[in-house]
T-cell receptor, first 111, second 114 residues
């Protein structure tokens, strides 16, 4: 069945450095790849998404890249700040109205 | 104020009891989902529904049941057959007729077996 693997599970960076999280998937029919941020004790919320007709999308300090041939997509956060500390989930929308999530990456930004 | 609401926020269950978690949305979304989140782990799909009166099992449906009698509501029952029910449960909804669609989450229900 559909599967998405997310790495790393934990990431610790110094404030101001960049953070990169990568996800690989198996379902070649997937065309929508969102990223969610979950702060401690709160609900996951969409921070950026990308569709299969583009290779890269940027929104201020956050960017996402997609390589459909290799079946992987990545989240890039530049100039990290302490408030970026959270759990980040990649996801993909599969056929049949299902959204499946990666296992999550816990990002720590040290001041 | 549109959104998706879960209740209760905290729930305690005795061994052998069934409990029902509520999820209501006023976003006019056709698709609704239940996920389970364990400490340090991702979101695992329990059940999902893309239309009223229809729902499908996710990856970990055993010990759970759902109903979808109304578009706005998708309650989850955790039965006594679920051997390890202590977890954080998240409900979500999305527009079902488009592939590129954001999922909106409720605030979650933390279930503890006592």
């Amino acid at each position: 069945g559909e599967n998405v693997e997310q790495h790393p599970s934990t990431l610790s960076v110094q404030e101001g450095d960049s953070a990169v999280i990568k996800c690989t998937y198996s379902d070649s029919a997937s065309n929508y790849f969102p990223w969610y941020k979950q702060e401690l004790g709160k609900r996951p919320q969409l921070i950026i998404d990308i569709r299969s007709n583009v290779g890269e999308k940027k929104d201020q300090r956050i960017a996402v890249t997609l390589n459909k041939t290799a079946k992987h997509f990545s989240l890039h956060i530049t100039e990290t700040q302490p408030e970026d500390s959270a759990v980040y989930f990649c996801a993909l929308f599969t056929g049949g109205f299902k959204t499946i999530f990666g296992a999550g990456t816990r990002l720590f930004v040290k001041a | 104020d549109g959104g998706i609401t879960q209740s209760p926020k905290y729930l305690f269950r005795k061994e052998g009891q069934n409990v029902t978690l509520s999820c209501e949305q006023n976003l006019n979304h056709d698709a609704m989902y239940w996920y389970r989140q364990d400490p340090g782990q991702g979101l695992r799909l329990i059940y999902y529904s893309h239309i009223v009166n229809d729902f499908q099992k996710g990856d970990i449906a055993e010990g759970y049941s759902v109903s979808r009698e109304k578009k706005e509501s998708f309650p989850l029952t955790v039965t006594s057959a679920q051997k390890n029910p202590t977890a954080f449960y998240l409900c979500a909804s999305s527009i079902a007729d488009r592939e590129d669609t954001e999922a909106f989450f409720g605030q979650g229900t933390r279930l503890t077996v006592v």
